[in-house]
């Protein structure tokens, strides 16, 4: 089994950190950050099986 991690840059409180982006802002006390995730194929060929998956998501509130 191999396994393929993204990485979108170091944590960084830096205003120009590499991918750092603004979620947005809150209406009427909600704040919602629309996440999604997909597959990522990390072989030459895609095989029948199970996909489970782990997320590690950090933030940085500014």
Known sequence: MSECTPGYGP???SASAQNRWL???AQDGQFVIP????YV???PTVEPG???ANA???FSYQ
Not at 35 to 38: I, S, V, Y
Request: aromatic share 0%; no cysteine; charged share 10%.
């Open 23 to 25: 979620a947005g802002t």
């Open 35 to 38: 996440l999604t995730a997909r």
């Open 41 to 43: 194929q990390d072989g």
């Open 56 to 58: 590690t998501i950090t």
């Open 11 to 13: 944590a960084s409180t």
């Open 50 to 52: 199970s996909a489970n």
